[in-house]
């Protein structure tokens, strides 16, 4: 029997709901293809949420962060999405990732960063060029949290550039898509058990 694992999926959309969203779409799809391999796991859309600017894990007021820290601190998989926007990430994936940078200074009780033995998959829509790039800036900060990146673990959709349709709009999924959807929910599944079975060593 494979060990139960849990997901949580950041869209970082610049959409509040209930919009539409191209970011949510792939998330869930992502969250989905994550099922198939006994991940249970749901969506949280950042931008409903009062993120307060700072790099601590409570910015004290109205800051929502500690609500979804703890889901992502609580999951094995966290699911990053986030549109292109001027060739880079959202706003809100940044305030995201500059909130994750609280836990530098956070461990666990053997002396270990709080995300160690977690992994990381990243998804990326636009109708513009970036999801490289956006990819590489990703993994790195993730990777610098704690996070392992499994093989094959981003999933992009690049629109036709400067044109109206957007992956929300499509169809069908693109078969491309679904297939580094499979391969990175695989993947990620895969890598996350291992973990689960030999964590990392403390220090």
């Given amino acids: ?21 191209s970011s949510d779409l792939l998330a869930t799809q992502v969250l989905d293809a994550l099922a198939a391999h006994g991940v249970t796991g749901d969506l949280v859309r950042a931008v409903d949420l009062t993120l307060s600017p700072g790099v601590e894990k ?7 962060w500690p609500s979804i820290r703890r889901r992502v601190l609580d999951a094995d998989i966290l699911v990053f999405v986030t549109p292109t926007w001027m060739g880079q990430h959202s706003s809100i994936a940044q305030r995201v990732l500059e909130r994750l940078d609280a836990e530098l200074g956070e461990t666990d009780a053997r002396g270990r960063p709080t995300l160690f033995d977690k992994v990381a998959v990243a998804g990326i829509v636009g109708n513009e060029d970036g999801a490289h790039h956006i990819a590489a800036i990703l993994f790195q ?10 093989a094959q673990g981003s999933v992009y959709w690049n629109g036709e550039a400067m044109h109206t349709t957007d992956y929300k709009d499509l169809e069908e999924t693109p078969e491309k898509v679904a297939s580094a959807i499979s391969t990175a929910a695989r993947n990620a599944a895969h890598l996350a058990r291992a973990l689960k079975a030999q964590e990392y060593p403390a220090g």
């Avoid at 409570?58 to 929502?64: Q, S």
């Avoid at 610098?144 to 990146?149: C, L, S």
């Fill in 58 to 64: 409570d910015m004290g007021g109205d800051d929502e």
């Fill in 141 to 150: 900060s993730l990777n610098d949290v704690g996070y392992t990146i499994p």
């Fill in 1 to 21: 029997m494979k060990t139960p694992l849990s997901a949580v999926a950041v869209s970082c959309t610049l959409k509040p709901s209930p919009a539409a969203s």
